[in-house]
């Protein structure tokens, strides 16, 4: 959503653990706070054991490889947790099946774009071109919707 080379990041006058820090490399994920930046104090624990406020922390030489290959708007797949992305909360369009994001447009959706359309059932009857397969592209060559959307973010 957004990439700062050096931010500060302050928590004082909030609930809770309260902290004032400099952050390099600090890439936001959501409009709650969560980023990925460089966090030299906890290389050591990265991977093992989560000592962050909500964050992804990384070593200052991957959060700079990030910093320099990534670009706002890029999906960011997260594992190992069981906190799911609130809707709303940064860019969560990508959270939502096909068939759900659809739902939110104000547009008419095309014929060819609907989801029955896109992932026909499957029947015995020999294959017949998907009216979604771009002109000269084999239909088995255009993946469907949902392939192309990422898993949910979570932090």
Same mark, same amino acid.
């Given at each position: 959503?957004? =990439?700062?080379?050096? #931010?500060?990041?302050? #928590? #004082? ?5 309260q902290y004032r820090v400099a952050i390099q490399y600090a890439q936001r994920l959501t409009w709650g706070g ?6 030299? &104090? ?19 030489? /991957? $959060?700079? &490889?990030?910093?320099?290959? #990534? ?5 960011? !797949?997260? =594992?190992? !947790?069981?906190?799911?992305?609130? =809707?709303?909360?940064?860019? !969560? $369009?990508?959270d939502l099946s096909w068939k759900e994001f659809v739902k939110g447009s104000a547009l008419p959706i095309p ?7 896109? /992932? *026909? ?9 998907? *009216?979604? $397969? ?16 990422? !898993?949910?973010?979570?932090?």
């Amino acid at each position: 959503m957004d =990439k700062q080379a050096s #931010t500060i990041f302050d #928590t #004082t006058g909030e609930p809770g653990d309260q902290y004032r820090v400099a952050i390099q490399y600090a890439q936001r994920l959501t409009w709650g706070g969560e980023f990925i930046h460089s966090a030299p &104090w906890s290389v050591g624990d990265q991977g093992r054991r989560n000592v962050s406020h909500g964050c992804l922390n990384v070593s200052p030489g /991957n $959060a700079v &490889w990030l910093f320099e290959n #990534t670009h706002v708007g890029d999906p960011v !797949t997260v =594992k190992g !947790t069981g906190v799911k992305l609130e =809707k709303g909360n940064g860019f !969560t $369009a990508w959270d939502l099946s096909w068939k759900e994001f659809v739902k939110g447009s104000a547009l008419p959706i095309p014929d060819e774009l609907r989801p029955e359309a896109v /992932n *026909p059932p499957v029947s015995s009857a020999s294959p017949s071109p998907s *009216p979604s $397969a771009a002109p000269g592209v084999a239909p088995s060559a255009v993946p469907a919707p949902s392939a192309m959307s990422p !898993t949910p973010a979570a932090r």
